[in-house]
């Protein structure tokens, strides 16, 4: 692919406080418009990874992100830049929502980045349109399905109109229409993809490459197809 | 912890309905609150009258606020236990009317305080407690206090449902306090978990340590009106009554 590339990470390394070592080199890249799925095992540092392309956490190595590298002397205003390119959308809905009604929860990206209320207000309903919860805009968010918090906190990301997406097990707690409304959707969206996720058939809907993670490492990258064969991935 | 927190949904809920008191700003209702409670506790000559004019004014309020009366009654009377405690001290030592006048104020400083509360969003009265100075840490603390309230009562009750499933027929008292004790270790550890998780969340959407308001805020000629004429009003009683 000759997109330039969004995310590139050369030989990232990250030990959590308790020793634990979670990334032990990972060299990955993802180009502008391109869907990759991250496969692995529980504990192979898949999240971990993900939180590294937000500057949640900063390891050893290099990661740049759409150009601005990101590394533990990072300024504040590189890392606001950052956070507003990468839109993650955490694997428990419940860690994103927060606020008291889905409006305000959506709208609070946007307002970091510095839009007007009026601004922010506009674009969080643009976004639960998107996601098809234009109706909830009043509600608790507390008060939702799983599914429901599921679509709100994608819009809550896609309110801030990132250049990527990193979805950390986006199928969790969708039901079988829901995760065909999120492929359907997630096809329409122009963004690069990164898709952590152990659901295959959601990930061959959508990703044209596949990285497998294995004790913090990439064990395999390439077709998905090749990869889910290889690593046996699929019940 | 789940009665906290549904007490606390409750008065979310309030907190958004549409109202005369609930449209004014929030700076005009905090100062217009401060002035009244000042007033009561400064009140050294507490007569019935005094008793009366307070509470007249606060009923204005409460029928400018739309909100469930006897609901709000109810809840104000939660602090008279505490109050009552130190007012029966009182009366022992043979002061009856101080100790009649501790369970007054503290009632009706305790309903104003509600009122206001109840007719304000958390987030418009954390701007308006940044206008006056309190220190920005403090008004972060509050929010997060609010806020992870609801997290740790969410919690809780999972963690009572699936200890509820596994229950059996076991009457013993002594295992299951233990496991009650043991649960609220595991409850500390997983709320503190889902706090931080919540922090990655709302670091990972910008969140550089002031929460962001939808809806911009005007001093307007009516909230003046309204902090001049509440203020005057409770103080006129200070003075007069």
Known sequence: MNAPRVIDVRGLRYRYPDGTLALDGVDFHLCAGECVALFGANGSGKTTFALHLNGLLVGEGSVRVCGVPLAASVSAGDLALVRSKVGLVFQDSDDQLFLPTVLEDVAFGPANLGLTPEEAAARAKVALEQTGMAGALHRAPYHLSSGEKRRVALAGVLAMQPEVLVLDEPTT???????????????????????????????AALATRAVFFERGRVAGEGGLPEIVNRFHWSR | MRSAARETWIVERWSRGSSPLHSLDARAKLAALAVYLLAIASTSAWTQAAVAGYAVILSAALAASRLPVPALLARAALILPFSATFALITWLSGDATRALALVEKSFLSGLAVLVVIAATPLTDLARALEAFRVPRSLVLVIQFLYRYLFVVADQAHRMRMAAACRQGIRRNARPRFHAAAGAVGVLFARSWERADGIYRAMAARGFHGTFPALAPTRFRTVDGVFLCGFALAALAVRLML
């Open chain 1, 173 to 203: 707690a969708l039901d079988p229409p829901g995760q065909r409304d999120l492929i359907a959707l997630l096809r329409t969206l122009p963004q690069a993809k990164l898709l952590v996720t152990h659901d295959t058939s959601f990930a």
